[in-house]
């Protein structure tokens, strides 16, 4: 696991596993370990466990051991408390011993005239509930590797999906749908073909993983009796076997699983016949998908049928000569993999382990590269398994040892970090924590003494396999060897030149030569010293290459001329693209499909500057960051007009920034929305202060007065994109007996703030210079475009409470004070919590918010299937459920919260389970993370038939999927699930 565990303690087979003590671990509180600890003691003594209560309650190293482990893993805790027989049986047993029962009993359950769909599924996840607790154990106490551990779990899948197969054919068998050669074994000579792919395909499943299925069914398999029913027969029996294994019921689930890696998943039934598999790959078989198929294993169904599909499949999957282009190919869809160079040091709060930079998918990524550049010349070369791969890959001269060793090394640590994270709370999540607390907790499972300690061994990790990983494609062979003529000179095209523009991807080669030769005659302010076009013409090939592989390479060119035509001078940007690749590719990203970004730095090109920062990528731009950043930049500000072009030029770059780093994928979605809505409040917060001062100055100030800034929509719920206007209501209170205000020229209450507001909306949204800060929109305030734009505080809250409409109060569970007074921030908040409480007919409520979809549906009809928000179980549907279950009082917990994605995960028991609840926080995650990406890269609409392939590749990226038809199944798959839950739980409907 780690330097803490590399001598691995062996238990043996005989004896109770508690007889040979445990690695130490340290709790996060030692109070809170004991008490767990004197808690399942008696849990014990209840249950009739003597043993095991002596244990908890004495002095041990076992029992320390479990205390710590207690403290630091609430699934492990919660584990152990509903079943504490689990720990009585290592009394007698090991580990080993155990899981080899647990095993045996998984291929069992399935046989037997008694044995139903129900009990399969309860035994299911009660065996395997038992046997991830015992494997987590075992990896927690040092016995075992991760490389153990790995494998044991995917041997626990491959038992689980094999019996639940087993059993669904022996039911089809029993129906007359099949006849089984061998009913005592149902899998041979079914036709039914289950295939493992990715990390259970490779024997090295993580500790939350979902399993990725591909199903195909052979129609002349002999225990199918008519072929032409063959695949209707079969894509049902695959339904049913997705619900036994990932189904939420009282005992858990099994495994989640996962079907879109099947070929074009939007299209295509869940099982399909092989030989339209077949010529499907051999046909229109995407890279990506060679890649996928390299881990391709049979692990449930009839598996010699399986291997006899991978056999055939094995000339699309290895082909016999090395394959550069397809290399290519491969890594540009793969654009969540980024080679970054040059970047500063990273950042291990809220570092994702799987995807982020350095992280395991870079380490497979690597492997699978190579694999297929060389792997159809050397059959040692085709294994699944990374860390055997590597050291092939080494023995035959691809990669050198230290490659070899150093990655084999940071693979297994990089996969124990990802088991730590997941081990905390059964989560499928790959992403640290993000505060100190929760990297400690990291840090003492990984047994490590210090979060500090684990911080510095993570970041050493992670630059050791960026360097290898950045090396690797840094040192490949170029597609067509020399680049070719690049010749500007002149006013007449060279034809070599117009072919070599051709072959790095551009369109329109005579256009992008006269573009070249207007640089270098010296038109733009930046090309107009020698120095400058000396250093360009150097950059030039490089440039070239860069904005070709962005697949709009005309688009991406006349962008950065255009950028170019703003700049002061040059000498200094080509000398810096000359010495740093990855910021000139960071540049062609903007350039090719980001064409918002890219239009900021064109109209500022100042802003461009901010990427020079070494820091950029490991800063987390939250609250404080930007606070901090802000107050300096504001500092020598006095004037009125020069704080506000400050506020501009600011939030512009900083919303540039946010961008860049979503784009880079420094940060994710869901953290952009954040600090794009903490930019607003700040700035809008400033914007709102200067006004008041200035407005101040002229007309004083009221008694007593204040105001504060409700933030609503998407700034209120923090989920604000690139491209949002911001949703606003400014209220004031001011003592009772002020009749108007104090300064030179005096105006009555209602008049001053009503003019205060119309100087705020002039300062943030009238165009300048500098630009505009936000788009506003008032209309969510009491009576909308016809009432005064300022509300008085007890004007909003009685309209609130007394004649407000159902989508007010809707659009109210949103509503968050983002700036002003902080007095009447807190007596907004209480106003609102308890307005938001106030009793309600939940009948109503719901048919009312049902009738307003259905209204919304008729009269704003989705643009197409992409419009994520308006589409049936889009955005809307979501926010609707979570609104209406505030309103309702159906929201568990305490603590408020405006979050749409936070509400639904705190859906109370009795309107949603753990499944819907779930079901829902994720499909949320993907509308908004799309969103983000979409809105952050476009102006206009998003066009499906047209997507720029940079942005497809981008959107792929976000969701882990690995092609733009399994993403597109995927969205209209998840918005019919939620479909599905609004009719449930807004209209009833089952």
């Excluded at 991760?146 to 494998?151: D, S």
């Excluded at 049902?236 to 019921?249: F, G």
């Excluded at 929509?713 to 606003?728: C, F, I, N």
Aim: a negative charge.
């Amino acid at each position: 696991m780690t330097a803490a565990s590399a001598k691995v303690k062996k238990k043996q087979s005989s004896g109770g596993w508690f007889d040979t003590p445990p690695r130490k671990l340290v709790p996060l509180d030692a109070d809170d370990a004991r008490q767990e600890l004197a808690d399942l003691a008696e849990a014990a003594r209840d249950g009739g466990l003597p043993r095991l209560a002596k244990l908890l309650a004495g002095k041990s190293a076992a029992a320390n051991f479990l205390g710590a482990v207690f403290d630091l893993s609430p699934f492990m805790r919660d584990c152990a408390r509903r079943q504490p027989e689990i720990l009585d049986r290592l009394l007698d047993l090991s580990i080993d011993d155990r899981l080899a029962t647990i095993l045996q009993a998984i291929r069992k359950c399935c046989v037997g005239a008694e044995v139903s769909e129900a009990s399969l599924m309860k035994d299911l996840r009660t065996l395997k509930t038992e046997a991830h607790f015992l494997i987590a154990l075992a990896d927690l106490a040092g016995e075992a590797t991760t490389e153990r551990t790995v494998r044991r779990l995917s041997d626990l899948a491959d038992a689980c999906v094999g019996a639940a197969v087993d059993f669904l054919l022996g039911d089809a068998d029993s129906q007359g749908k099949l006849k089984l050669p061998d009913p005592k074994r149902p899998a041979t000579g079914s036709g039914w073909i289950i295939l493992g792919m990715g990390k259970l395909g490779a024997h090295e499943l993580n500790f939350s993983s979902d399993i990725d299925l591909i199903v195909f069914v052979d129609p002349h398999a002999p225990a199918i009796p008519d072929p032409f029913e063959s695949v209707d027969l079969f894509a049902k029996l695959t339904r049913r076997l997705v619900r036994i294994l990932q189904d939420r019921t009282e005992h858990g689930y099994v495994f989640r699983t996962d079907l879109r890696l099947r070929p074009d998943p939007g299209s295509t039934p869940l099982a399909i016949p092989v030989e339209a598999a077949l010529n499907y790959y051999e046909g229109r078989g995407q890279n990506w998908e060679r890649a996928a198929m390299i881990k391709a294993r049979p692990v449930a169904g009839d598996i010699k049928a399986g291997e006899a599909f991978l056999k055939e499949l094995q000339p699309y999957v290895w082909r016999k000569y090395m394959d550069y282009a397809a290399i290519a190919d491969v890594h540009s869809i793969k654009r969540q993999i980024h080679a970054h160079r040059g970047h500063g040091e990273i950042a291990v709060k809220g570092h994702n382990v799987k995807l982020g930079r350095g992280g395991i998918r870079e380490i497979e990524f690597f492997v699978q590269t190579q694999q297929l550049i060389a792997g159809g010349r050397f059959r040692e070369l085709r294994g699944r398994e990374t860390v055997p791969m590597l050291g092939e890959l080494a023995s035959h001269g691809w990669i050198t040892a230290d490659a070899r060793d150093a990655l084999a090394a940071q693979y297994w640590f990089l996969r124990s970090v990802e088991h730590a994270i997941q081990m905390v709370a059964d989560e499928q999540t790959h992403t640290l924590p993000e505060d100190d607390e929760g990297i400690e907790r990291i840090a003492r499972i990984l047994g490590f003494a210090s979060g500090e300690e684990f911080a510095t061994a993570f970041r050493k990790s992670l630059q050791l396999v960026e360097r290898h990983y950045a090396a690797l494609f840094e040192t490949a062979p170029q597609l067509s060897g020399d680049v070719g003529n690049l010749v500007f000179t002149g006013d007449v095209d060279d034809p070599d030149t117009l072919q070599t523009l051709a072959n790095l991807g551009f369109q329109r080669p005579s256009d992008i030569c006269r573009v070249i030769r207007g640089w270098h005659f010296g038109r733009y302010r930046a090309t107009q010293s020698a120095e400058a076009r000396e250093r360009l013409t150097e950059l030039t090939p490089a440039l070239l290459g860069a904005f070709g592989q962005t697949k709009r390479a005309d688009e991406a060119l006349l962008r950065f001329d255009e950028f170019l035509a703003g700049l002061p001078a040059g000498i200094q940007l080509f000398s810096l693209l000359q010495s740093n690749p990855a910021l000139l590719k960071l540049l062609a990203t903007i350039m090719g499909t980001a064409p918002r970004l890219a239009a900021i730095i064109t109209r500022r090109p100042h802003v461009f500057d901010g990427l020079l920062d070494p820091l950029l990528l490991s800063e987390l731009p939250d609250r404080a960051y930007l606070a901090g950043r802000l107050s300096a930049f504001l500092d020598s500000a006095v004037l009125y007009e020069d704080i506000l072009d400050r506020l501009r030029i600011f939030a512009a770059e900083q919303k540039f920034l946010i961008g860049v780093r979503l784009l880079t994928g420094s940060i994710d979605a869901a953290r952009a929305g954040t600090a794009f809505s903490d930019l607003a409040d700040l700035t809008i917060g400033s914007a709102l202060d200067a006004v008041s001062a200035e407005f101040a100055v002229r007309h004083g100030k009221v008694p007593g007065g204040r105001a504060v800034i409700l933030g609503m929509g998407k700034l209120g719920s923090r989920e604000l994109t690139a491209g949002s206007d911001v949703d606003l209501i400014l209220l004031y209170d001011h003592d009772e007996d002020a009749d108007e205000s104090d300064g030179e020229k005096p105006m009555a209450p209602s008049h001053y703030y009503s003019r205060l507001t119309q100087r705020l909306i002039a300062a943030v949204s009238a165009p300048t210079a500098e630009g505009v800060l936000y788009e506003l929109d008032l209309r969510l305030r009491p009576s909308g475009n016809k009432g005064p734009v300022a509300t008085h505080f007890s004007a909003f809250s009685k309209y609130q409470r007394n004649d407000a409409w159902t989508w007010e109060h809707m659009a109210l569970t949103r509503a968050r004070p983002v700036a002003g007074d902080p007095g009447l921030v807190d007596v907004l908040e209480e106003e609102i919590e308890a307005i938001l409480a106030l009793p309600r007919d939940r009948v109503k409520l719901a048919r009312e918010a049902a009738d307003m979809r259905a209204l919304i549906e008729k009269e704003k009809p989705p643009h197409d299937k992409w419009d994520l928000k308006l589409i049936p179980g889009g955005l809307i549907d979501l926010e609707f459920i979570a609104q209406c279950a505030v309103l309702a009082g159906q929201v568990s917990g305490k603590q408020r919260t405006t979050s749409t994605q936070e509400i639904l995960a705190r859906l109370a028991p009795e309107i949603a389970d753990a499944h819907v609840r779930q079901e829902l926080v994720e499909a949320h995650a993907l509308f908004s993370a799309l969103t983000q990406m979409i809105r952050l890269c476009l102006t206009g609409a998003f066009e499906p038939d047209d997507v720029p392939p940079g942005l497809s590749d981008l959107l792929l990226g976000t969701t882990d999927l690995p092609d733009f038809r399994v993403l597109e199944a995927h969205v209209q798959e998840t918005a019919r699930k939620v479909r599905s839950d609004f009719d449930l739980l807004l209209r009833g409907k089952q």
